[in-house]
């Protein structure tokens, strides 16, 4: 008789638990991971970029350069982007903080101050997800052009 209140008790406690899914994010989301024994979940999100360098050419020092990159959810789950930081303080990632669902686009802008930088530069973003493996990282490049008066040329143009 305890063993049916038991059976009874834990058929309730699990129908009871069942909830809509909606678009915040949950434990389901953050928390995708290999089984133990070591077979994948076909549901798993996955980040495909549009491209991961962006080059900015050639820019003069002290200006401020943006670039959007495109990203697709192309996996079976809602993507999570849980934080994005540049390899220095001069560049500076916005990522989307809502979960990103399977076949939908999102950007990660970033933005790159070349202020006291010159020459050829590469700089990196890492981004932390819910996709297996959890970390990816996009580049920008750029060529800084330090302003001369003896080079005309290389002066800042209006536009």
């Known amino acids: 008789m305890k063993a049916i209140y038991i059976l009874v008790a834990s058929v309730l406690i699990i129908t009871s638990s069942c909830k809509e899914q909606n678009s915040e994010i949950t434990t389901n989301d953050v928390m995708n991971t290999k089984s133990a024994d070591g077979t994948t979940n076909a549901d798993l999100p996955e980040i495909k970029f549009e491209e991961e360098t962006h080059d900015f050419g050639r820019i003069t020092q002290g200006e401020k350069v943006a670039y959007g990159f495109k990203l697709k959810n192309t996996g079976g789950s809602n993507l999570i982007i849980s934080s994005a930081n540049g390899s220095c303080g001069c560049t500076i990632p916005e990522y989307p903080k809502k979960p990103i669902l399977p076949g939908e ?9 070349s202020e006291g930088k010159s020459g050829v530069v590469e700089k990196s973003v890492t981004i932390v997800t819910n996709c297996e493996p959890s970390t990816r990282i996009i580049y920008i490049k750029a060529n800084i052009i330090v302003p001369t008066s003896a080079n005309p040329s290389e002066l800042p143009t209006a536009h």
């Open 105 to 113: 686009e999102a950007i990660i802008n970033v933005v790159f101050a």
